[in-house]
């Protein structure tokens, strides 16, 4: 497989230089090059090597299904006959596209129809950076991808060494060339591995937190068993964050589980010490999910109570809920085997 660093060892192997590899990368990922043979800058030799050792992974969507919201979802097949989405959603002038890290995922939070799959496997560098590339193929006229999130099927810090290669060819300028800035990854609160990001990356974490005393956030997230509450926010309060740049904490809002005024108060405090901003996502429903959403009136209710203390609390608006495009709700076990529903229109909104 054509990783950056297979492709460096084995250029290193026949004794080329290493500035090569960022050539034939920069072919494949800035230019765009579909075969070596187009590589114009490198030997005959070294072209045909080249082809005859690697192929150039390319991904493209079996089916785009469009939101009346203008949300696209894209869906790929991967190897092993397993599914992964990606969603873009339009919020100008923001162009957010959401990827995957996982087909599946492994981490269990109840309210999440992914972790219903369990995890099936982890993403390629290749499968995370060709979304990009395929939702960039996607674009109307004009359009832009302005920001990327991790935030698509599965756990991204639970697929470490694949997200931080394709951050590294996302960011690099010889790469896609997005400034990392404009990258989030979310976490449930892999503690150790949230540390590494911040050390090898300059990419915004967010991290999911969705409960505020142990007992309830054990129940919804399993992962607080392995790293409770104080030392998920030990590890944030401690963490390099450079100045001007906040941890962004999810909240999924579910009705009568964790949207009380109590829940509100708890999580002012255990932000105390953290540059912070919380993003408060209404429960976006799948079938069996056993979790309604939060009424309007409470969600605004629990965001005007941490406004008041200070804590910066927005709330995330669903995009693409009829074509289950929302948070929470990607779930493709399988994918079609044919382009039948390319430009279907969705459902109807209800
Ligand atoms: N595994 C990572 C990345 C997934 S991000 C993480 O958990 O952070 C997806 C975000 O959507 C997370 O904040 C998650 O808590 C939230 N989410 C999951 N299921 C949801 C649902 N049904 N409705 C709304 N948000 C949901």
Redesign the pocket.
Known sequence: MLTPAALRAWLAERGYPVYRARQVLSWIYCRRATSFAAMSDLSQDLRAALAAHFSIPTLAPVCVARSADGTRKLLFRLEGDVAIEAVLIPDPPRLTLCISSQAG?G?G?T???TARLGLLRNLSAMEIVGQVLAAQAELHPGERITNIV???M???LANYGAVVQAIELLTAEWGVGVSARRITV???GLVPAMERLVHDTSVNL???L?GTTDEQRARLMPINRRYPLAALLAMCRALPIPQRRRITF?Y?MLAGINDSLDDAARLVRLLRGIRSKVNL??????PD?GFTCSSPATIRRFQERLLADGVHATVRESRGRDIAA????LAAARAPQRDSSADSSPEPVH
């Not at 996502?281 to 799948?286: G, S």
């Open positions: 995922c981490m939070c309210f999440c129809a991790f935030m698509g599965g756990e991204p979310s976490t449930v967010a991290v999911s969705s999810e999924v996502i209404p429960f976006n429903p799948f999910a929302a948070c929470g709700q």
